[in-house]
């Protein structure tokens, strides 16, 4: 068996950057030499949730915010399988916000990266948490009136071991991202600057590109006062690459049965197990 | 035979040390017990209660009366002292309600003070109230070595024995083979769970479901167990759906208003057809209403939940034993349908404590309904005549991958805008729900063959309808009593050819618009005659029952 992943024909806009980031990710998987049917994409709905149809690996498109969740559930079911969740800055900030918080706190060994487009592309270019204070958007008329949310910040606050940053217009670069982040025991965030060519027409692809520059080899990711600098760094100047990496526990082994057992999906299930239980209705 | 008794007071009182003892001691007599806490959504003070009944017979309900009220504050006096039959007692230390000459006073804080110990004032009361029924000292010394921890176990012994020479014995207990368990209906799901090859259940804590959360909890690490609190209940239904797609088995549960917020996952479960068990613990609505209390009002919310058309099948659990033999059927059912089983309870089952047989492990069975090998290229959901795919799990077949989708998709779970696919998933998905016809169990049938006066319930009434129906059909009134357990697909034959010959039907329901009864007239073309309903957050007595019935007969 091979590990050479299929692609499936997108309904993506011609020129959006989900091509790339499509492009980036079955590199990533192909060099790592994990073969489809042991990935699973899991993810929620928007554009970059439709990733799952359009590469062959095993897929849970699940519901609007609801994909870190999921994604917790197969990782603990199957510690065998490499999970990544790939979902929208609307679905990953705005309706799975509280999942993302505390999917942080577990640690658990998930790769997500998250397309931010800062818009709602699929419903058509409303204001997401990431779109610009005073942008005007499809439905906020008078521009926006809430400040935005800074998901690296955020993810360094709640004590993230990996948060990075891409961009789809460097492909070599988000490869080498992705590949560093599946490889990550624990919890993994890749937010990918990723234009919306039809929804955003501030955040274009020109916008990124003049803005976006590498971390220096020099830059010491483990270092979390300047990952926060970095984190807060979005204006004239985006830094991409890995700003913070430490190693820490990770969700599954702090379940002993789980760190020196089998899968859980591997558990020979026996009902007379549970037999000793009734002694101590006795 | 057949005695009650309520110890009462403020939370924080030690009661439920008091009555966890009781019963245990009872039982071991060789007793049916049945007991019922009452508890308010708060951590000290307040007024809280346990109503402990036994009796030879099969007991599921508290009574009206009771034979003895333990009395740890004067409040649980005047609250509780008409219950006391004329023969019956009330008992109190010498500090509770000193001028009211109707108690029996006891040096309950005084013996314990002498102990060293302020906290076995309650052991001295067990001893009094044991050695008053005639039960041996023996049994009760065993239990206190069971359940304390060594340093404290030896004063609570002596304040036993001191406790014993405060009655006199008036009930003399005969001593019966004890072959029963004591367990209540949090526990016996919890149990029922991990009997079936439970290995994710995950959940937020929400009163009167979190027994469940904790008991299995409990066994986790033994059992490999993943347990998860989840940050919300929105997360543990999906989370359950994660994992039970990865091929583990999978629950949740909460009471109706974290149900309430995984409804739009149930829809989820429903498309996706991915197996899961979820278990709704009814508490009196609407929002948070009574939190600690029972209420059956949650049936048409459970059989509704979820936007779109879907099947999925609806339990309702009856008592201790039926909550363990339904749990692990709903896995296995889940599993042979992939689609969520929904299991209903209420406060009244979950903290109601009851003596059964213990449950029978050697009898059950696991049913997978996994392929572990393919021959060509795998369909997540391709149609086959049942409209049930056959399902593998990820990662477990080199070649083949699984792929779900929340939204309509095609057989390989591809993304689909086309209307002719549509209208074959949609038929595939309720093709299901044919079959589910055939699945579902006939209520329980309580009662004469073919009864004159039928009633009707589902769920927790169980116990006090079947003591009063018995008792009235004993009395020689034509009745009998169908007990709805499975409900969704609702079954009919029984009702359907007992209806045809009775001439009243009686809906009892502890809700306040009869939704049993607006089921039947919907499946059945059936329609009640007398609605006995409760909505006052407390659970029907068998004796409230039996008056009530016999009010409309
Ligand atoms: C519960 C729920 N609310 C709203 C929607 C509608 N909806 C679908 S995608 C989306 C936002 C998509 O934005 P984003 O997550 O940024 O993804 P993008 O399309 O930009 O990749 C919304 C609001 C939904 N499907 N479900
Ligand atoms: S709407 Fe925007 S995000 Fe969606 S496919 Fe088109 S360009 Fe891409
Ligand atoms: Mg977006």
Redesign the pocket.
Known sequence: MTCKYELYEPAWCPGCGNYMIRTALKMALEELEIKPHEVVIVS??????KMPHYISVNGFNG???RAIPPAIGVKMANKELHVIVE??????Y??GGNHFIHGIRRNIDIAHFV?N?Q?????KG?A?PTTAMGQITTLQFDGVKVEPLNPLALALTMGAGFVARGFSGDIPHLVALMKEAIKYKGYALVDILQP?VVWNRVNTFSWYKNRVYHLPESYDYTNKEEAMKKALEFGDRIPIGVIYKEEKETYLDRFDFIKNGPPLVDVELNPLDAEKLLEEFR | MDYSLIVGGEAGQGMDTFASLFEKAIKRCGYNVYAYSDYMSRIRGGHNFFNIRFSTENILAIKDNIDILFALNEETVQIHKDKVKDTGIIIADEAVAKEDNSIIHLKLSEIAKKLNNKRVANTVGLGAILNYFGVPMDIAAKIIKEEFKEEIADVNLKALEEGYKLLDTKYNLQIREDDKILINGNEAVGLGAIAAGCKFYCGYPMTPSTGVLTYIAKHANEYNIVVDQVEDEVAALNMALGASYAGVRAMTGSSGGGFALMV?ALSLAGIIEVPVVVINVQRPGPATGFPTRTEQADLRFMIHAGHGEFPRMVMALRDTEDAFYQTVRAFNIAEKYNIPVLLLSDQHLADGVTSKKPFDLKNIKIERHIKRHIEGEYKTYEFTETGVSPRIIPGKIEGATVLVDSDEHDEYGHITESAEIRIKMVDKRLKKFELLKDEVKEPWHVGDEEPENLVVCWGSTYGAVKEAVENLSDEGVSIAALVFGDIWPFPTRKLLSLSKKAKKIIDIEQNATGQLDSLMRQEALIQSDYKILKYDGRPFTADEVYRRIKEVI
């Not at chain 1, 929620?44 to 949730?49: D, T």
């Open positions: 929620g709905i928007g554009q970059a949730a519901l609007h915010g979902s929208g800055d609307g679905d990953t705005g309706e397309h487009n818009i709602y592309g699929l419903t409303q997401s919306c | 739009e």
